[in-house]
């Protein structure tokens, strides 16, 4: 994209963790003036359902067949992180919850001690501090965990936020910023000369989670999807998730502790137990079943919440592409930018998709890894 004489004036479309985070990006740390468009409350979506894990390691370490530099993208978002979450902190004036703990990966049958020494051994390739236990160093480090446990591995690299404390920073500095204003509803675009536009801003950043690539706009009175403007969106796909809290009582865990799909996050007096993925499915309100079984998953790896209430249960949307990673910088139609498709690592990787995206919104050629995440990649192949 041309560089701009002066600041370029940018709409955000989705106020979301990565559309927020990208316009205090742009606008607190650099001094753009942003609008931020939602057609929903802001924060309310995948920000809100996720439990706020930053994990690279769990997440991406040992992950066939996902984009070959997710590991690499996760890592340099989890570097930023806590910067981030400091600097968000004091501006807000209210806690993040980023909590440099290193989260516990457990094992309860072979399988999953297997995959838990594949990402051991890539964590040391990479010179990536991380402690392989025993099962009685493992539970050492968290007494409730099974006593079935086989073993396990401590991840320096995998920590964790509030996430909801974060989105409710985000809004309470970004509300109060002069540089920036919401838009309760759809951002009124429109296409000219193969263009997409929106007046009144010189680019437009998509990062509307799964619904990116239905956003509408306007042609000869005529309303088509964003995807017309490049056909790679429409590799966003949808996977649901459902999860639950208990109440931490006596022999709730203390640590985030990962198995397998079954994660326990400690948060506020309870703790989240997460979560399905449901591919290709749209999930408004948790399903009573499937929130049974999961929260006994969580009773497998923890027995000790077996008689904990559950608090909350919720579902949400996250959006995914072929190969688990998401689409950042310009796409096809210059001017037109997005961030999307962050899959089960839209918090971590929020810093540094602002980051990118604001280097590349302001005239910066994206950088190697950057440009590896563009909508015009191949997908080799498909997990
Ligand atoms: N990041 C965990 C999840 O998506 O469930």
Redesign the pocket.
Known sequence: MALFSSLPRIAILGAGIIGLTAAYELAVRRGVRVTIYDVRPPGRGASWA??G?L?PAF?AADAPGVHPRLFELCLASGALWPGFAQELAARAGRPVGFDRTPSLAAALDEDELGRLSRIAATLRRAGLAHTELSAAQLRRREPALNADVLGGLELETDVRVHNRETVSALLAVLGAHPKVRFVDGPAPLKSAGGRVRLEGHDAILAAAGWETAIIKVEEDGQRFSLVNWDTALDDIDC?G?Q?LAVRADEGAPERVVRSGRV?LVPRSEQVVI??T?EPDRVIDAPEADVIEALRLEGVRLCPGLAAASVVESWAGV?PGTPDHAPFLGETITPGLFVAAGH??????LAPVTAKMLADEMLGEAPDGLAAAFSTRRAFAATP
């Not at 899959?343 to 971590?348: A, C, D, S, V």
């Open positions: 996720a439990a894990m994990a997440e996977h998730g999860m994660y997460g979560a993925v996250r899959y089960r690592n839209g918090i971590l």
